[in-house]
C-alpha cells in the first residue's frame, strides 16, 4: 500500500525549533515530489515547499521562504519541515503529500502532524 | 503568485442534486488545475487532475472542465457523504497556489 505516515502532534514553546516527519512507503520515494502544506484552525490550504528527494533539491513558496526548512533523507524514504524558531503564528496542521508523476497533483497524502505553539 | 479564487464560499444542496463550483486563476494556466475534497478531521483527497481527469477510485459522479483562466468541479446526483470542503489547485507554477475553498453542505 502506498502511503505517507507523519509524525505525531507537537506542542512547543515560542523560540523552539522542531523537526517533523513523513516517511513514504509502498513506492519508490526517490522518483516522486514531496509537498507540505499548512492548514491553520479552520482556514484552508497554504502550499508551503516541495522537495525532490532523489537529489534534495527544494523549492519553497516566496511566503514560506526562510521561515522553515524542507529536507528529506532517501535512505530512510523521509521527508522533514523544520522550524528554527517557533511563533504562536506556526500552530497548524502540516500535511505532506506526494505529487503524482504523471498527475502533477498531491495525490497521497499524509494524515497530518498537528502542531501547536504556545507558551 | 498565481490567485486561484472560488465561487461560491458556500452553498447548500439536496440530495440528488447537481452542483457546479468553479474557480478562476489570476492567468493562463492552461489545464493544469486539480480539485481536492476535504472532510472535517481529515486529509484532503484529490478528485480531479488536469482539469478533467478523474482520480482512480473517485465516483464518476464528479467531472472538471475548464482550461486557461476558468474552471468548474461538477457533481452530479449529489450523495450525503458529499458534504465536505472542495479545493481547486493550480500546478502549471511554483507555489501551487490553493484557493479559498468551497464549503459543501447537504440539506
Known amino acids: 500500500e502506498v502511503q505517507l505516515v507523519q509524525s505525531g502532534a507537537e506542542v512547543k514553546k515560542p523560540g523552539e525549533s522542531l523537526k517533523i516527519s513523513c516517511k513514504g512507503s509502498?513506492?519508490?520515494?526517490?522518483?516522486?515530489?514531496i509537498g507540505w502544506v499548512r492548514q491553520m484552525p479552520g482556514k484552508g490550504l497554504d502550499w508551503m515547499g516541495i522537495?525532490?528527494?532523489?537529489?534534495?533539491?527544494?523549492r519553497y513558496s516566496p511566503s514560506f521562504q526562510g521561515q522553515v526548512t524542507i529536507s528529506a533523507d532517501k535512505s530512510i524514504s523521509t521527508a522533514y519541515l523544520q522550524w528554527s524558531s517557533l511563533k504562536a503564528s506556526d500552530t497548524a496542521m502540516y500535511y505532506c503529500?506526494?505529487?503524482?508523476?504523471?498527475?502533477?497533483?498531491?495525490?497521497?497524502w499524509g494524515q497530518g502532524t498537528m502542531v501547536t505553539v504556545s507558551s | 503568485d498565481i490567485q486561484m479564487t472560488q465561487s461560491p464560499s458556500s452553498l447548500s444542496a439536496s440530495v440528488g442534486d447537481r452542483v457546479t463550483i468553479t474557480c478562476r486563476a489570476s492567468?493562463?494556466?492552461?489545464?493544469?488545475l486539480n480539485w481536492y475534497q476535504q472532510k472535517p478531521g481529515k486529509a484532503p483527497k484529490l478528485l480531479m487532475y488536469?482539469?478533467?481527469s478523474l482520480q482512480s477510485g473517485v465516483p464518476s459522479r464528479f467531472s472538471g472542465s475548464g482550461s486557461g483562466t476558468d474552471f468548474t468541479l461538477t457533481i452530479r446526483s449529489l450523495q450525503p457523504e458529499d458534504s465536505a470542503i472542495y479545493y481547486c489547485?493550480?500546478?502549471?507554477?511554483?507555489?501551487?497556489?490553493f484557493g479559498q475553498g468551497t464549503k459543501l453542505e447537504i440539506k
Open positions: 503529500a506526494r505529487r503524482g508523476a504523471a498527475s502533477d497533483a498531491f495525490d497521497i
Open positions: 509502498g513506492y519508490s520515494f526517490t522518483s516522486y515530489w
Open positions: 522537495i525532490y528527494p532523489a537529489d534534495s533539491d527544494p
Open positions: 492567468q493562463n494556466i492552461y489545464t493544469y
Open positions: 488536469v482539469a478533467s
Open positions: 489547485q493550480q500546478s502549471y507554477s511554483t507555489p501551487d497556489t
